[in-house]
């Protein structure tokens, strides 16, 4: 393939992660912010209550997709070839990871819930 439309889609399936991330950073803040008003207005109207806060943090992986950015930027010719695995991580934007990536962020992001659904 083509370096340059390896990179392409690369970029293309890096921003959308950025978006879901994103995403999902903001619904875990109002998430977190509402969980903790909820629990200070117990505690403000005089009422006793064991607090115990568990959210799940959003996953973030672009770390993956900027090492592989970096690996094709890095590379001197202008066509590579991809295995299998490589097609299905850089082209079909399918990690090992990407079920627990969409499970983890689709309680903060729709779009995490849409990605799931694909």
């Not at 064991?50 to 959210?55: A, N």
């Not at 997709?65 to 930027?73: A, D, G, H, P, T």
């Not at 962020?105 to 990605?115: D, L």
Request: proline residues 1%; hydrophobic residues 40%; neutral net charge.
């Amino acid at each position: 393939m083509k370096k340059a439309d390896v990179l392409k889609r690369v970029r293309k399936n890096l921003d959308r992660h950025k978006q879901i991330v994103a995403e999902a950073v903001e619904g875990y803040r109002k998430a977190a912010i509402a969980e903790l008003e909820k629990h200070l207005k117990r505690i403000k109207n005089g009422k006793r209550a064991r607090i115990y806060v568990s959210l799940t943090e959003p996953m973030d992986m672009t770390r993956e997709y900027l090492r592989v950015v970096e690996m094709l930027e890095s590379t001197e010719e202008d066509t590579i070839t991809l295995n299998e695995s490589d097609f299905q991580h850089f082209i079909m934007d399918d990690w090992e990871w990407r079920h627990q990536f969409t499970s983890q962020n689709a309680q903060y992001s729709a779009m995490a819930r849409a990605a799931a659904d694909e």
